[in-house]
């Protein structure tokens, strides 16, 4: 920050005067009553995500044992980073020991946990043991949904962070060079954007030996930045032919600076828009992938997964209305955060 | 014009080349090589006590794919192969995978064909009204439920029909798959077989437009705003021109240039949604196909149905764009002044 001591004075004074661009979008988003819900729905869904562990586990969250306080699902953490061994408690079955005292988890499975005790379809149906029902091999819904905000949250937040890595990076390039760089980049998102991308995506993780979902984010991410260039280029174009950066020039900075610093965090604004639209095609990609089997191993259990088990057991409606309804619920709140935020930078709407 | 669908084209040439580049390079994704594939798929059992003979076949199988030749050869050999459509055969079951696509292409390519009649055919209506009537109660109306059924996930939507619609346990109503009837005959009078089919694709065909009508009413109703704001309709109003006039003659022909080129973006989603649709409804199109090669990583289908599916949603957005070309000429002259 080399900058004349004069011009510094001179700069609480306008800042008092206007509103920073971020708070005025922030302004109008507020305004928009679905638009909120839907970013309501998805800090609750981060919220479940963090708090899985704690809500739907085969744990008691704190127990009182033979005269020892135990926090068996905090202790499971301490053991996943290796601070603690389970001792003598490793092989217990934690739903059986006779506890003084208990506090179990509002869900008390795990998603993987099976009741083999659930034969007919019936004793499979919502009930009180199992509120939203099970699969069939008694493999808690509820439990499920609760844990599987975890993949659907960082799908889309890590396949939408490798697009933007690339899609910003790729688009500032194209619009501030312009020339030969720009073709040539132009000419990729002209290419990847004709790519049957979900054909592509499900022909590489199906074919590829061990399918994970990280394979799945990196695939989406990687055929997804092509909007988020074109946005950025477009911005950067614009912002390029503004004095601010002909005296950013003038003032002799280099063009990694202008470029990173002056010119991109303007373009940045309708990039969120094409972000969070972004987020709702991954979380689609993602959980279509699911369904049809590719993708995630077996064990995993996300929405998508679950709603494939309806497929083979068609009377479990309950299989096919709950965790659907959770992928439609994410996907529209990410739409709506998409259309509010639209709107809320849309120039013209504002008075 | 002509300049402009000659760079289109000239963009097309590359493009093949590179996806089918993508496509041979998928190939080879694979752990070991196709032929040993091929072979551990051929000789389920076989494999222990014969590896003599197992080892020849695979030599035959390798020189037979060109596998003992440098890659950039193989891609090569693979290129002249696709150009003659000689796709190979099939792993799952050693017939000709032209003979196999010939077979379900067709019933894919209808769907489709329909698929986009029917979604620009509901959405253009629905689009004019919600904008002509914008602020009403059945525009927000409108405007929401397009929304809702734009997010509704396509596989959901279609288990959703399956387990309520074509379940004795809740309503029968449709049948769970195929096109058409066991015993459909072609004795039967043409409505009878044309009801059938209809009774067969309803279901899919509905789960395999909304989302595409979803999005272009959307599209419709914003670009309609656009052009009912300029100053050309407001003048069109004061000369006297009846309302009606205005708005399809003046404003709704405007607002269609971007709509032609969504038919850029929708064969993709269309394409790329037949394979979840068909799996579901069980329908014998190329989506079934690829979905049922995928699980059994049978390449030659793969391989084929990737290039094929590729090549036409290269060929849909290319003719997207001639009719972008052709519907705004400014688009020519925009070019020409640059």
Redesign the interface.
Known sequence: MSMPKAVQETLPQLEEKGESYGRMVWRQFRRNPLGMASLGFVLLLLLVALLADFLANDKPIVARYQGRWLFPVLHEYAVGLGLASWGELGRVDWRQLPYEWALWPPVPYRPETTDPNLQSLRERAPSKRHWLGTDEIGRDVLAGILHGTRYALSIGFVAMGIALAIGIVLGALAGYYGGMVDIVIS?LI??VL???????I???V????EGSIWLVMAMIGLTGWTSIARFVRGEVLRVRAMEYVTAAQALGYSTRRIVFRHVLPNALAPVLVAAAFGI?NAV?IE??LS????GVPPTVVTWGSM?AK??GS??S?WL??FP??M??LT??AY??IG?ALRDALDPRLRV | MWGYIAQRIG?FV??LL??TL?SFA?SR???GDPAALKVGVGAEGGITGRAGLNERTLELLRKQWHLDKPLWQQYLLWLRDLVTLEFGRSFQDNRPVLEKIAERLPITLAMNLFAVLIAYGIAIPLGVYSATHSGTALDRFLTFLL??L????S??VA??A???LC?P??LALFPTGGIRSIFHSEQWSLWQRVLDYAWHLALPMLVYTYASFAFISRQMRSALLEVLRQDYIRTAYAKGLPGRVVIWKHAVRNSLIPIVTLLAGIL?TL??GS??VE??FSIPGMGEL??RA??A?DYPV?MAV?TL??VL??VG?LLADILYAVVDPRISFARRAQ
């Not at chain 1, 369904?291 to 590719?294: E, I, K, M, R």
């Not at chain 2, 734009?150 to 996930?153: A, G, I, Q, V």
Request: glycine share 2%.
């Open positions: 000419r002209e290419l004709t790519l049957p991308t979900f054909f592509l499900i022909t590489v199906a074919l590829v030996q709702a689609l959980s279509a369904f049809l089997g590719f709603l309806a497929r068609i009377a409606w096919v209305v659907g309804a992928i439609f996907v529209a739409n709506l259309d | 963009l590359p493009t590179f996806i993508l998928l994704l694979a752990p929304f809702a734009y997010s509704l996930p596989f959901w288990m959703l399956v387990t309520f379940n346990e809740y993709p394409i790329s394979v979840i799996t579901i690829s979905f995928l699980v990583r793969i990737f599916s590729a949603t290269l957005i």
